[in-house]
């Protein structure tokens, strides 16, 4: 199996491809803060959550259901900041692994990856890193989260 690339090459694919992966899992797990509510452990991320207040009708009151989930609707996330997040950081994770998926197929396919495909790529990988990075430049919401929430 012939390679477009150097070792060095190769390695960046690899490591690449572990840090596109990692920020997918990141994105897809709920638990981006910790906190309680109503006594109970929760935590959320940008659009997952677990142990979420409902309101119980034949009791009329709020009980913890205590299982991860989706939001029932993209307007379900607590607020803006989050739903903004949910966009931007998808969109950095797929960038990422767009040019993490490339740079493995350069390791098998001889003349995929030319000088000029490489600057593409390192651009791309480039804009998907400051996407994900964004989120962390803005205060995060707190009153999503609770007074109690752990950062």
């Not at 979420?52 to 607590?78: K, L, N, T, W």
């Not at 950095?92 to 990856?113: F, H, N, R, Y």
């Not at 490489?118 to 707190?142: K, Q, T």
């Amino acid at each position: 199996m012939a390679s477009s690339l150097t070792c060095t090459g190769v390695i960046w694919a690899l490591l690449s491809f572990l840090c596109a992966a990692t920020s997918c899992v990141g994105f897809f797990m709920p638990y981006w803060l910790w906190g309680s509510q109503l006594g109970k452990s929760v935590s959320f991320g940008t659009f997952r959550r677990c142990s979420y207040p409902v309101h119980d009708e034949s009791r009329q009151m709020m009980v913890m259901v205590e299982e991860c989930g989706r939001y029932a609707s993209f307007q379900g996330i607590p607020s803006a900041e989050w739903r903004i997040c949910t966009i931007v950081t998808g969109l950095g994770c797929g960038l990422l692994l767009l040019v993490a998926l490339t740079a493995l197929m350069g390791c098998c396919v001889s003349e995929l990856i030319s000088r000029q495909w490489e600057e593409v790529s390192d651009s791309v990988g480039l804009v998907g890193d400051l996407l994900i990075c964004i989120y962390y430049m803005f205060p995060g919401n707190a009153e999503a989260a609770g007074s109690e929430a752990i950062f």
